[in-house]
């Protein structure tokens, strides 16, 4: 019996998440109560306070859970290493492209947090934390690109490239876009940043 504790209460803990992933991609943030995310997961709404303390702690762990284990952790492990650094890029934005498509709910959940932490220290500095994490992935494939870059540039360069993606979800929200994020326009996008490194990288060895 204490065996299988562990598990129900993993289960328990990944439903309350899911559920609070749709509710929060749905209805928004302030709108899902712990008390519907509490029936949509079949789990008593106490339960929600034992793993979470906190809406505020339930929101930054449902987004780290999207954004960097199923979303980018998820993204490095289908990326196949012998490719070269340019395709290995492209397939890592194909992969956020799709994620994104698939799961329609994270721009909702992501707008939520944005919004939140605006007055909201605690979720604001939790919310830095997770651009950093992201930022570190990024950086990751960077360096395998081959580019000319010292470590504050490839910061920069990473930081360009997540505005370019939370740039174009802002200007085609899911209810009224059938594309909410194109492939195209983001190879594109990164495609002339990298342009741009290269002549800069050129014109330094002149």
Same mark, same amino acid.
């Given at each position: 019996?204490?065996?299988?504790?562990?598990?129900?209460?993993?289960?328990?803990? %990944?439903?309350?998440?899911?559920?609070?992933?749709?509710?929060?991609?749905?209805? =928004?943030?302030?709108?899902?109560?712990?008390?519907?995310? &509490?029936?949509?997961?079949?789990?008593?709404?106490?339960?929600?306070?034992?793993?979470?303390?906190?809406?505020?702690?339930?929101?930054?762990?449902?987004?780290?859970?999207?954004?960097?284990?199923? =979303?980018?952790?998820?993204?490095?492990?289908?990326?196949?290493?012998? $490719? %070269?650094? &340019?395709? $290995?890029?492209?397939?890592? $934005?194909?992969?956020?492209? /799709?994620?994104?498509? /698939?799961?329609?709910?994270?721009?909702?959940?992501?707008?939520?947090?944005?919004?939140?932490?605006?007055?909201?220290?605690?979720?604001?500095?939790?919310?830095?934390?997770?651009?950093?994490?992201?930022?570190?992935?990024?950086?990751?494939?960077?360096?395998?690109?081959?580019?000319?870059?010292?470590?504050?540039?490839? /910061?920069?360069?990473?930081?360009?490239?997540?505005?370019?993606?939370?740039?174009?979800? $802002?200007?085609?929200?899911?209810?009224?876009?059938?594309?909410?994020?194109?492939?195209?326009?983001?190879?594109?996008?990164? =495609?002339?940043?990298?342009?741009?490194?290269? %002549?800069? &990288?050129? /014109?330094?060895?002149?």
């Amino acid at each position: 019996m204490t065996k299988t504790q562990p598990s129900n209460q993993d289960e328990r803990r %990944s439903a309350i998440m899911q559920a609070a992933f749709t509710l929060f991609g749905q209805v =928004g943030y302030t709108k899902a109560t712990m008390k519907d995310i &509490a029936a949509k997961a079949g789990v008593a709404q106490g339960l929600i306070g034992y793993h979470f303390s906190t809406k505020e702690t339930l929101l930054v762990e449902v987004v780290r859970e999207w954004m960097i284990n199923q =979303g980018m952790k998820a993204a490095f492990a289908k990326l196949d290493l012998h $490719l %070269s650094p &340019a395709e $290995l890029l492209q397939q890592g $934005l194909r992969h956020v492209v /799709e994620f994104r498509k /698939e799961n329609p709910e994270w721009f909702t959940l992501l707008i939520s947090l944005w919004t939140e932490s605006v007055n909201n220290e605690k979720l604001a500095k939790e919310l830095l934390e997770l651009y950093k994490e992201m930022k570190s992935g990024i950086i990751e494939i960077i360096d395998r690109m081959e580019l000319q870059l010292n470590q504050s540039e490839k /910061e920069n360069f990473a930081a360009l490239i997540q505005a370019v993606f939370d740039g174009l979800m $802002l200007q085609a929200p899911v209810p009224l876009s059938p594309e909410p994020l194109s492939y195209e326009q983001v190879s594109q996008g990164i =495609g002339w940043m990298l342009d741009g490194i290269r %002549s800069a &990288a050129q /014109e330094k060895g002149e």
